[in-house]
C-alpha cells in the first residue's frame, strides 16, 4: 500500500490512516471555500459527537439510531428521523436543546428497544421496512418505505405510538408489500425501492429508484394506490431500465434519491449517475429533459468525481441528498463524506460549488477525513434538509443526526 501513510500511536494501534500527496492528480484547483456552518453544531440528535470506534454497534433505545438516511425537521417544531437499519421513524415533538434527548414518539417498534423489519410482525399502516426519505406534507408527513416498496402519508403529524398512515402509495392496502405490487414492469401506480419524497409546490414527488424514475402527483393524493401523474427518467410509466434502456443523457436516470425546489428551478439527485439534474421551471410532460447538471461536464457524462482520484469543487460522487437554506443549494455529496453549497449566480452545466462542509479543502475526501469521528467530520451523510438556516444532516456511516445553523 504504497499511496497510504499509517499513524500508529505509542501501542502501535493505527489512529489514522491517509493517502501520500502522490495520489493527487496533477490537474487539481483548490479554490478557497466557504464555510457552511457555524463551528460548533446546535444539537446531536441521535449518535455520539466523537468516536474512536468506527462501525461501532448500535442498540436500539430513544436516543440512538442505525444508519439513519432521512430526517425533517417541520415547520410545526417536530423533528422526524428515519432510523433506517432500526427500521422505524422516531420524533421529537420539539427540537431538543441538548444532546441525547430522547425520541418521544415512535413509528415502526413496539418499544425504542425493539426493532426489526415491519416490527417482527405483519406488514401494516404502522409498520415500515428500510424507511429512508421523509417530508413534510400540508401539516402531515410522507415517507418512503422503501422495502415495503410504498410511500405511506400521514395528513396529520403523529403524536402518539404507532399512529398508522392515513394513506398508501405504491400498493392498493396497507397489508401488501411487493415490488411493482408483483409484475415485472411498474406501472403508474406501483413502486419498486422508492429512497425520496419531497413536497413542492402542491406537488408530491417520489424517488422510485428500483424503477429508476421520479414520479409526481399534483395535489395531496386521496386514495390508497393512486396513480401519478407525471413521470420523469423515463419516456413512459411501463419502463423501468437502467437511463431508460440507453445512453446517459438529459432525460435519464440510474438511481434518483431526493428533489428539491431551487429558486424556481427542480433539482434531483441522481445519484448513480453522479449527478444533479436541473429544470430551469417544473417539467410540465412526462419524460421531459433536464436543462443542466451540475457534477458532470454534461449530461451523457457519468464517473464519479469525472474520473478523477479525488473531488474537486466541480464533480460529486454519488450525492443522494438536496436542500435549500437561503439562495443556497446544498447537496450531501455521500460518497465524498462532505456538504457542498452551490450559489445561483453562476450554476451552469458542470458549475462548482463554493460552500464546504465536512472536508477541509473541495480536493480532499476520505471519511471522517480518514480519522475518528469529530463533531464536524461525517461518513456517508445520506440527508441534508433545512428550515430557513437550521440545517439536519442524517450521518449515516457515524449512525447519528446534528442539527447546524447555516451561516452563508
Known amino acids: 500500500m504504497t499511496g497510504w501513510k499509517f499513524e500508529l500511536s505509542d501501542d502501535n494501534r493505527i489512529i489514522k490512516i491517509s493517502p501520500k500527496q502522490a495520489l493527487y492528480t496533477g490537474d487539481a484547483t483548490d479554490p478557497e471555500a466557504l464555510e457552511i456552518f457555524d ?23 430513544a436516543s440512538s439510531c442505525f444508519g439513519p438516511r432521512g430526517v425533517l425537521l417541520h415547520d410545526n417544531q417536530s423533528v422526524w428521523v428515519c432510523d433506517t437499519g432500526h427500521h422505524r421513524l422516531m420524533g421529537w415533538s420539539r427540537l431538543p436543546c441538548e444532546d441525547g434527548v430522547g425520541a418521544d414518539i415512535l413509528i415502526g417498534q413496539k418499544d425504542f428497544a425493539q426493532e426489526g423489519r415491519n416490527g417482527r410482525e405483519n406488514i401494516s399502516g404502522a409498520s415500515l421496512n428500510v424507511p429512508t426519505g421523509i417530508c413534510q406534507m400540508g401539516d402531515g408527513l410522507a ?14 403529524t403523529p403524536r402518539e405510538k404507532n399512529t398508522p398512515a392515513d394513506i398508501v402509495l405504491g400498493q392498493k392496502d396497507f397489508v401488501c408489500g411487493e415490488s411493482n405490487r408483483g409484475d415485472q414492469r411498474p406501472g403508474a401506480q406501483t413502486l419498486h425501492w422508492p429512497y425520496g419524497v419531497a413536497f413542492i409546490d402542491n406537488k408530491l414527488l417520489v424517488a422510485d429508484t428500483g424503477n429508476r424514475r421520479v ?21 413512459e410509466s411501463g419502463c423501468r431500465d437502467e437511463n431508460a434502456g440507453h445512453e446517459t443523457d438529459a432525460m435519464s436516470m440510474r438511481w434518483p434519491h431526493s428533489m428539491v425546489m431551487w429558486r424556481g428551478h427542480l433539482c434531483i439527485c441522481d445519484a448513480g449517475n453522479n449527478r444533479i439534474m436541473i429544470w430551469k421551471r417544473f417539467p410540465a410532460e412526462s419524460g421531459q429533459p433536464c436543462d443542466f447538471v451540475l457534477g458532470q461536464k454534461t449530461s451523457q457524462n457519468v464517473d464519479h468525481n469525472q474520473a478523477l482520484y479525488y473531488p474537486r469543487a466541480y464533480t460529486l460522487n454519488m450525492p443522494y441528498g438536496a436542500t435549500v437554506s437561503g439562495d443556497w443549494l446544498l447537496v450531501a455529496d455521500t460518497a465524498n463524506s ?13 458549475a462548482s460549488a463554493t460552500a464546504l462542509f465536512g472536508q477541509p479543502r473541495f480536493i480532499d475526501k476520505g471519511d471522517n477525513r480518514w480519522h475518528s469521528a469529530a463533531p464536524d467530520s461525517l461518513c456517508w451523510p445520506y440527508a441534508v434538509h433545512a428550515n430557513g438556516d437550521i440545517v439536519s444532516i442524517a450521518d449515516s456511516g ?11
Open 143 to 156: 415517507v418512503a418505505d422503501a422495502w415495503n416498496h410504498r410511500v405511506l402519508i400521514w395528513l396529520n
Open 215 to 235: 414520479l409526481c402527483w399534483y395535489g395531496i393524493p386521496s386514495e390508497n394506490g393512486q396513480p401519478c401523474d407525471l413521470v420523469l427518467g423515463q419516456t
Open 398 to 408: 457515524n449512525n447519528r443526526v446534528s442539527i447546524w445553523k447555516c451561516k452563508l
Open 338 to 350: 462532505r456538504i457542498i453549497g452551490y450559489h445561483p449566480s453562476n450554476i451552469s452545466d458542470g
Open 39 to 61: 463551528s460548533n453544531p446546535h444539537v446531536f440528535l441521535v449518535g455520539e459527537r466523537t468516536s474512536d470506534v468506527p462501525g461501532r454497534s448500535v442498540v436500539p433505545s
